[in-house]
């Protein structure tokens, strides 16, 4: 059982930065954040998998957000920059044990966190 808390959301105007962190319990090789808005469908931002190293990133959020791990923390990070109003959604961490390639859709990982809200202002 893996479990997730997310924590660092919170309100910022556009152009500014958030990061969010993840703490996991358990050990799952590949991790993802991933974003809902109201009305919205649930939408991957960011995954990275530890066996092969590999990292991936949705066309809307690349050059602007940046997925990371410590793993002296068990934690993992989505540093948010350039934020702008359409970021705003409920974030979530996600966490799936597959192999290969980072899988942007929601179906690949098992396990999912509470949500942490990031609204960005213009």
């Known amino acids: 059982q893996v479990q997730l808390v997310e924590s660092g959301g919170g309100s910022v105007q556009a152009g500014g930065s958030l990061r969010l962190s993840c703490v996991v319990s358990g050990y799952s090789n590949c991790m993802g954040w991933f974003r809902q808005a109201p009305g919205k469908e649930r939408e991957a931002v960011a995954g990275?998998?530890?066996?092969?190293?590999?990292?991936a990133y949705a066309d809307s959020v690349r050059g602007r957000f940046t997925i990371s791990q410590d793993n002296a923390k068990n934690t993992v990070y989505l540093q948010m920059g350039s934020l702008k109003p359409e970021d705003t959604a409920m974030y979530y961490c996600?966490?799936?044990?597959?192999?290969?390639?980072?899988?942007?859709?929601?179906?690949?990982?098992?396990?999912w966190g509470q949500g942490t809200q990031v609204t960005v202002s213009s």
């Open positions: 990275s998998c530890t066996r092969g190293g590999w990292i």
């Open positions: 996600a966490a799936g044990d597959y192999s290969g390639f980072v899988r942007l859709w929601a179906s690949a990982y098992k396990y």
